[in-house]
């Protein structure tokens, strides 16, 4: 009878058993699944900005989030040591570049070493790879998955998880089409004023609240090939980098079109437009370092060449 327990024991421990399976693992594989699908749909929300700011942040943002979305509908199925680790792991790597990016900035990209401020959106799913790290953690140190529990708390554990962070991500996906969480000057909040003096373009400045401005002009100022040029200056008068622009033309026969855009520097773009005579609408979008949403339209009167 003793024999035969030992060698139970032992099969259990050579088949790799993680405890996971039991009811209460079942029930925690499934809050799991349900924080990585979460966390996967917040980084899908926000790669096509990471793709305007550099190729390289929005791959990392699409393979990040494909990873956690294939990991969310394996843990459902399987409980493998594996298959978990290789999660806690993953995880812990992408928290780990998120607290270098917001503490002191990454070395690759357009704004290496300037530390990026924090949104409700990334810190969210950061809180939620933080706790798949903590709940694999307990069933591979703890083998609290494979204690017996009543269903309902199973099934209680598996929903309240489910309804959060469906209820969380829905505010996080708000925030994100909203500039992750910070609101957006307007032309209440900022002063739009215009000048040419110079003799040269015509110098559209949005002056916002913190005291800094964002200055476009067009140049050429004349139908043909041109430029909208969108300049970032800090309260000192310095370059301000900024994420990401967006600019959309809108012509004197009332067509919109988004214009391509490139980066001059950190925080000066330029978008290609060819112009025809008549008054042209421009409308800048642009998203800062600290995730605000700056929005921006000024108007030019192209005369005949």
Known sequence: MERNHSVARSTTHASGSTGADGDLGRGIRVALAALSAGAASLHFAVMGEHFREYWLF???FVVTAWLQLGWAAGV????SRSLLLGGAVGNALVVTIWAVSRALGLPVGPHRGVPEAMSFIDVLSTVFE???IGGVFALLRFRV???SAPPRLTQGIAASTVLVVVGLSSAGLVSASEGHGHPAPNHDDAHHSSDNDSGGPKVHTLTLEDGGSLRAY???PAAGRSGVHSTFFDSNGDELPVRSVEVKATSPRGDSSELETTRFSPGHFVSDVVLTAGQWTFSVRARTTSGDVVKFQFRDEIMRS
């Open 130 to 132: 933080l706790i798949i």
């Open 145 to 147: 998955g494979s204690r």
């Open 58 to 60: 929005g791959l990392f």
């Open 76 to 79: 459902l199925r399987s409980s």
């Open 218 to 220: 067009l140049d050429p």
